[in-house]
């Protein structure tokens, strides 16, 4: 049983790694945002689809670092420390804030300014490539077997934060401002505030402590030594990927696409930004309540029935926005899918770190979650995006949902009979 003055210490903990994360996805994710300006200024050419296709197009590309990132910043961190690892994150992800942030328009200085964009994006990939896996495994082990579905929540909702705070600003910056007014600068002010704030989160995260866990472990001794165990326990990292692609394929459509969606429905601009701010409002409330739920009831029942309801109403709610759609049927939707996104969010990354090793619980995480959005989260924008185009059906996007769904499902089902005994001690199923 823990103190008040312990809570208190634990708690201030996950508000300082926990800030930093929702630095890394607030820039990460206002691209996704304000991607019909950004495609105005860089990718002037075609209509309006394709323009928007080749922005999330160059969106995606930043998961072609994130593996490299899993890798390169998962051993680090699994060798000299979650605290450090989470550091070294946070400065890579402010060179490429910085670097879209201030970049020239296409019109102005021509090939460079797009180019500059996708090494910017490349940049922060790699960085995100263990930043969400690290602070998982850092709030994991700060963590107790009856909290920790809890406190690895606290993940997701510093990014619903960084959801909420990039909503907020695109409300406020479509009411002020002219369509002519956002696309000469507006889109450029969230990333220029997001630069502003790096300083005060470069302070709270350098006085994070050192996880128990880690100190008292045994740490692998190189790189080549974490990806042998990776391999001896490639199981744990297959059921990892399939398992994850709901969570980062929800993720990005719910906390992401949803102004896009809106836009594309022809919607109010203001409108659409106002749902996306309360899906991710509703996510941020929901996730520890999930969290918790599955500290109470086991992770299993949560991590069945979150996929089920996807594959049998994603497809029916969208098709009823699409026959009228409206700010009330897409606020509807939008929170539907954000319940079941928390739901199934909330309970997975307790349930991963609690499987995966010691010695590669950061690399093996983030080697997972690297997979996982490589080839399914963070395309997913340009993905319903691509089937709205080719089908001519603007409920076509649940058609990837209800897919994902799918696999993780199954999966969960089969996890069931072989999954490994915890090496985290885990809360009772």
Not at 60 to 74: D, E
Not at 408 to 421: Q, Y
Request: hydrophobic share 50%.
């Amino acid at each position: 049983m823990l103190s008040p003055a312990q809570r208190k210490q634990k708690f201030g903990a996950v508000i300082r790694a926990g800030s930093g994360n929702f630095l890394e996805l607030y820039d990460f994710l206002v691209y996704a945002y304000f991607a019909n300006y950004i495609a105005l200024a860089f990718f002037p050419s075609g209509d309006e689809l394709t323009r928007l296709m080749v922005a999330l197009g160059t969106y995606g590309v930043a998961s072609l670092a994130r593996p490299f990132g899993a890798v390169i910043l998962g051993s680090y961190m699994d060798r000299k420390g979650r605290r450090k690892g989470l550091i070294l994150t946070l400065t890579l992800m402010a060179v490429g804030t910085v670097s879209l942030a201030i970049t020239p328009s296409y019109a102005t200085i021509g090939l460079l300014g797009p180019l500059i964009i996708t090494i910017g994006r490349l940049i922060q990939g790699f960085s995100l490539g263990v930043e969400a896996g690290g602070v998982n495994v850092y709030l994991a082990e700060i963590a107790t077997p009856k909290n920790r579905g809890f406190y690895c929540a606290w993940q997701g909702s510093s990014q619903a934060l960084g959801v909420m705070a990039a909503t907020g600003l695109g409300v406020l910056l479509t009411a002020t401002l002219t369509m002519q007014q956002m696309q000469a600068y507006g889109w450029r002010i969230p990333l220029l505030v997001g630069c502003l704030i790096i300083p005060i989160l470069f302070w709270l995260r350098r006085s994070l402590p050192e996880t128990e866990v880690f100190e008292k472990s045994v740490h692998a001794r190189s790189t080549g030594e974490i990806m042998r165990i990776l391999l001896e326990h490639w199981q744990i990292v297959l059921i990892g990927v399939m398992l994850t692609i709901l969570n980062t394929t929800m993720f990005y459509f719910v906390n992401t696409y949803t102004a896009l969606y809106g836009n594309l429905l022809r919607l109010d601009p203001l409108g659409n930004f106002t749902v996306a701010l309360g899906v991710g409002t509703a996510s941020f409330i929901l996730l520890p309540l999930f969290g918790t739920l599955s500290d109470r009831i086991g992770r299993w029942p949560l991590l069945i029935a979150a996929p089920l309801l996807v594959v049998v109403t994603a497809y029916p709610a969208m098709s009823w926005l699409v026959d009228a759609p409206s700010f009330t049927r897409l606020l509807v939707v939008e929170f539907w899918l954000a319940i079941l996104y928390a739901m199934y969010a909330g309970t997975l990354v307790p349930f991963i770190v609690e499987i995966m090793p010691d010695k590669v619980r950061s690399s093996g995480y983030a080697i997972i979650l690297s997979f996982a959005n490589g080839i399914f989260g963070t395309f997913t924008p340009f993905i319903v995006t691509a089937l709205i185009r080719m089908t001519g059906n603007y409920a076509s996007p649940a058609l990837w949902l209800t897919a994902a769904a799918g696999v993780s499902l199954l999966t969960i089902i089969a996890a069931r009979r072989i999954a490994p005994k915890p090496s985290l001690q885990a809360a009772p199923i």
